[in-house]
C-alpha cells in the first residue's frame, strides 16, 4: 500500500489572488488517486467494503439499513471545487461484534433504526477525503456526518519495531489506512469510534486524573455555565447546508463564491485543565490547597479585589472562580485548530520570525490568552519566538498536551473538549503584564464562537464560504442587508492565516472587541485592497474613526504612499514612518500567500490605523463598520484586528514589520 498527498488545482480568481498553486486535499480526478490495489480496480467505498465481505459483513448490514450505502456507492455532492468525496472509517466484524457486547445487543437487528443511523454517521466524512497523511495530531478539517470532530493521534508499537500507529477519537486503531477509492478515501478501523452524550463538566468529573479541578468547577459554579448545546431556535433548510448558494465574495472572473450555510447551531466549550499529577507537584493536593493558590495569585492580580469576595466562590471576582473561569473558553478547539497548522502553516508562515499565533477571550472576565503554536509545540501565555527570547524576554508558558501525549482517554464531550495541561494555568501579573505587552494580532475568524463552532474557521481544501444567519453570531449584531461568510483556507489568498471573514451587501455590522490589558493601543484593520470592495466608514463606540476608507485604493496612490522597500532599512523606515503618519501600514513581513519569495509586505494588503485609544480591561467595546456605497454587489474582505500597545508602537527600538 503506497500513501501520498493528494493535489489538485483550486480554480478560481479570489480575493486580492495574483497566485495559484495545488494544496493537499480532496481528490477530484481518479487519476490522481494513489497508486495501490483498490485504486486500479476503480471501486467507490461501498465496493470497497462488499469486495472484503469476510471483514466488513456487520458494517454493511448496520449501513445498509440506513440511507448512507448507497450514497457511498456514488459520487459525493457537488461542491465549488467539482464532486466532493467522503472519508470512511470502516470497522471490521470484530470492531462490530465488540460494540455489540458493549451494547448488550445479541445482533444487528436488535439495533434500532436510530442507533444505526447515529453509528454510521459517526464514521462519515461527506465534505471531503482525507488521508493520514494530510493531519499529523489532531482533529481532522471537516466534521463527520454527526458534526463531531474525528481526532487522530498516534503511538509507537513496542511489539512490532516501534511502528507507528493510529488511533480513532482515542479508541479506535487503525489497521490499515489511506486506501483510495473513486469517491474517497477508507481506513479501515478495529473499533466502532465511539460518540459522547455527556456534556463537558460531566466528562471532565467521569476522569479520575482531573478529581481537584473538577471539584473546583462544581463548587464554584462554573459547571452550570458549560450545560448549553444546541439552538433550539436556529433554522436551515438542508439545500443551503449541502447544495449551498453562491454568494459575492471574491473577485474577477469568479464573481460569486459557493455557500454552505449552518446546518444547526452549537454552542461548545473547551477547558484547558491540570492533571492532579500536575497540582502535586507544585504542592498542590486537595481543593483547599488549590484556594489558597488562587488567592495568592489572583490577589495580586487584582488587589483591588483582594479579601471582598473569598467567602463566594460563585461570585465572577472570587479567586478560586477566576481561576477556573481563565481555563474555559465558549467555544470548541481541537488541539490543532488554536493556531494556523499543518500545510497552510509550512508553506506560508516563516516561523524564524513570528510564532503561529492567536488570541482568545476567555471566561474569567476581561481576559484573554495567548497560544503559540507549533513546531515548538503549543502552549499558552508563551513569550518567545520558539525557543528564542523576544525582545530580551522568554517566558516558556503551559504546555498543553498533544492527543498522542494525553493517554488513552478520549477528551471530546457532546458539547466541547478538554485538553490536558503540564503546568498550572493563571492570569498572573506576568501574563498580564510582559506576556501580553505585545502587539496583539486577532485573526477576523476567530472574533465570533460561532466562527469556530460550525467549523467555518479552519475548513480547507476549496473555495467555500460558511454562511452564517443574521441573529446567530455571538458578539456581532448584522443588519438585514449583510451577508457574513467565513472563508476556507486557501494558501495562495493574499490574506493572513489563508482565510477571511467575507461581508457583503449595503452592509452594517458591528462586533465585540476580545479585552486586552488596560492601556493606550492603536486600533488596526488589516485587509486587502480591491477594485470590488466598497468603502467603509467605521465607529468605535459609535464614534466615527476618521473619514470613510475606501477599500478599492491600492498602498501605491498618493493618499496612502506606500513604496517597495529597497536594501536601504533606513529609507524603508522613513517610508514607514511617512504611511503612519497617513494612518496607514503595510501588511506583515512573515506570511508568504502560497509559499512563494512575496509576503504580504510586499503585496497588497494594508493595515490602517482606525484610533488611538485608552482601553479597559473592565470595559466592552465595539466596532462597527458601514458599507457608505449602496451597491449591493460590494464587499469586504476583513482579514484581522491588531491592538498594539504604546508600549510597542511607541517604543525607541521601534515596531518590528513581522
Known sequence: MMTKNIKYLIVGCLVGCALSTTFTACVDNDDDVPENYYASTKLTAAEFLEERPEQFSDFIAILKRTPYFSMLSTYGSYSSAGLLKY?????????????????G????????????????????????????????????????????YIVLSSDSDVTNNNKLVYYINKNARVIERDDSVTNGVVHVINNTIASSSMLLADKIEEDPALTIFSQALQLTGMADSLTKYIDETYTCGDDSVYTGTMERCTSGAAQYTRTFWVGKRYFKYTAFVEPDSVYHRNGINNLDDLKAYAKKVYDETYPEDAGLYDDNPKHRKNPLNRFVSYHLLPRVGQYNSWVVSGTIRERCLDTKLIDPEEYYETMCPGTIMRFAGPPAGLFINRRGVQNRAERGVFIEGVKVLSPSESGSTDQNALNGVYHYLDGILAYTTQVRD????????????????????CN???????????????????????SKETFVGVHSDVDYWHSYQANAVCVSGVFDVTFKLPPVPTGTYEVRLGYTPGEERGVIQVYLENEPCGIPIDLRVWG???????????????????????????????????????????????????RRILATRYLDSNKTYHLRFRQVLDDPDRYWSFDYIELCPKSVYGSPEGEDTH
Open 105 to 148: 445487543y445479541s445482533s444487528i437487528d436488535q439495533i434500532p433504526t436510530e442507533t444505526c443511523d447515529t453509528l454510521a454517521r459517526t464514521h462519515i466524512i461527506k465534505k471531503g477525503a482525507f488521508f493520514t497523511t494530510d493531519i499529523g495530531e489532531g482533529a481532522l478539517p471537516e466534521l463527520n456526518m454527526d458534526d463531531a
Open 456 to 478: 467555518g474557521r479552519g475548513r480547507y481544501g476549496e473555495d467555500i464560504l460558511t454562511g452564517f444567519k443574521q441573529g446567530y453570531i455571538t458578539d456581532w449584531q448584522v
Open 434 to 453: 510582559v506576556v501580553l505587552n505585545r502587539r496583539i494580532r486577532i485573526d477576523a475568524t476567530v472574533l465570533s464562537p460561532d466562527f469556530m463552532n
Open 87 to 103: 472519508t470512511l472509517f470502516a470497522p471490521t466484524n470484530e470492531g462490530i461484534q465488540r460494540y455489540l457486547q458493549r451494547n
Open 556 to 606: 501605491g496612490d498618493p493618499s496612502i504612499g506606500a513604496v517597495a522597500d529597497t536594501e536601504d532599512e533606513e529609507e524603508n523606515r522613513a517610508n514607514d514612518k511617512a504611511m503612519h503618519n497617513r494612518g496607514y501600514m503595510k501588511s506583515m513581513d512573515c506570511w508568504h500567500p502560497g509559499g512563494g519569495d512575496d509576503t504580504m509586505r510586499s503585496l497588497s494588503p494594508l
